[in-house]
């Protein structure tokens, strides 16, 4: 392949995906939610849900999947959604410390992409304020289709609407760029490896 060839050939790469990210959403999104409803983060990720169909332009459904700490919702949508931006859960920080303690199916890190970190919550003496649960797609998803749903959700955290949500559960703004979200769950992830092992409950 000559070189003028090769150009063309990234040229089209390129094309098509800005061809699919202007293209998304052409259908309703599901955000799953790993708690039951009427909870204080069901209740916040519903208002979050239909703040966001107004910046992408299609209903965002909550889809509530309870069970195993928080777990089974995102692991679950780890293992089976496809990587097209349509089915997206929420990270909740049992998705890192779970993995450690035993054996998983899943990797916390490298079987998700990382998309928006989005709030924290204030739970007195039981964690940090600053404990945030933000939204992951399955590993895999297209750069460009992250970025869409990345910026529509960051207008979201920033609306007024939203903000008023924060406000009503005490939850802190706790925004993270796609990169920093991944970065920080990283980061995390040695962190709570090295706690768990100190205090003896890092798995064998």
């Not at 061809?19 to 519903?46: E, N, Y």
């Not at 910046?55 to 919702?73: D, F, S």
């Not at 692991?75 to 049992?94: E, F, R, V």
Request: hydrophobic share 45%; glycine share 8%.
């Amino acid at each position: 392949m000559t070189w003028l060839a090769r150009l063309a050939a990234v040229a089209l790469l390129a094309a098509a995906g800005q061809v699919l990210a202007q293209a998304f959403p052409s259908k309703p999104i599901t955000l799953i939610c790993p708690w039951p409803p009427g909870g204080s983060t069901d209740t916040h990720l519903r208002r979050f849900a239909e703040i966001a169909a107004k910046y992408l332009r299609q209903p965002v459904i909550i889809e509530n999947k309870p069970g195993a700490g928080g777990i089974l919702g995102p692991s679950t949508m780890a293992a089976t959604a496809k990587p097209d931006g349509y089915t997206l859960a929420q990270y909740p920080i049992s998705l890192i410390r779970v993995p450690l303690m035993q054996k998983s199916a899943w990797d916390p890190i490298s079987d998700f992409t990382f998309i928006i970190g989005l709030t924290g919550y204030t739970f007195g003496v039981v964690v940090k304020s600053d404990s945030p649960y933000g939204i992951v797609g399955p590993k895999g998803m297209d750069p460009a289709v992250v970025r869409q749903l990345h910026d529509a959700f960051r207008k979201v955290l920033d609306d007024p609407e939203h903000l008023k949500v924060l406000q009503q559960f005490d939850q802190v703004y706790w925004y993270k760029s796609s990169e920093d979200f991944a970065r920080w769950a990283a980061d995390t992830y040695v962190a709570e490896r090295a706690t768990l092992e100190r205090v003896g409950l890092l798995a064998k």
